[in-house]
């Protein structure tokens, strides 16, 4: 972060409950949004992650200061292959999208252009299994 001059702030609620879950599926899940939140910064800027409760769920969001996601990109983001970066393959937020419903979560996106992005997961928090 420190090379990148992006801040990151850490806001997690110290009462989280456990949640069951694939650890290394979700890992890359959340390591795929803050990928892109850094490459989505690339002068510097801000990334938020949080993590709290509420109505039964475990939210947790990443939040960047970067360039947003255009209006018209903002509705085909999780589908497979599409892409607006160079050397992106399309893949990630498509994957992230698939490992996040398989724990019953949801993923969503708010964003304005030029003013940053956040993905918020809500998984709920007396899931059993996987």
């Given at each position: 972060a420190r090379e990148t001059n992006v801040v990151i702030i850490s806001d997690l609620d110290p009462d989280l409950p456990s949640v069951v879950?694939?650890?290394?599926a979700f890992h890359g899940a959340l390591?795929?949004?803050v990928i892109n939140a850094f490459q989505a910064m690339p002068e510097g800027g801000t990334l938020t992650l949080k993590a709290n409760t509420s109505n039964g769920n475990?939210?947790?969001?990443v939040t960047d200061t970067g360039t947003?996601?255009?209006p018209e990109n903002r509705r085909?983001?999780?589908?497979?292959?599409?892409?607006?970066?160079?050397?992106?393959?399309g893949l990630g937020l498509a994957i992230a999208r698939r490992i996040i419903e398989a724990?019953?979560?949801t993923i969503t996106v708010s964003s304005e252009?030029?003013?940053?992005c956040c993905f918020q997961i809500a998984l709920p928090i007396n899931r059993k299994e996987i």
């Open positions: 879950l694939d650890r290394e390591l795929n949004l475990f939210l947790i969001s947003g996601i255009a085909r983001i999780f589908e497979p292959y599409f892409t607006t970066k160079a050397k992106g393959s724990h019953s979560g252009t030029d003013q940053g």
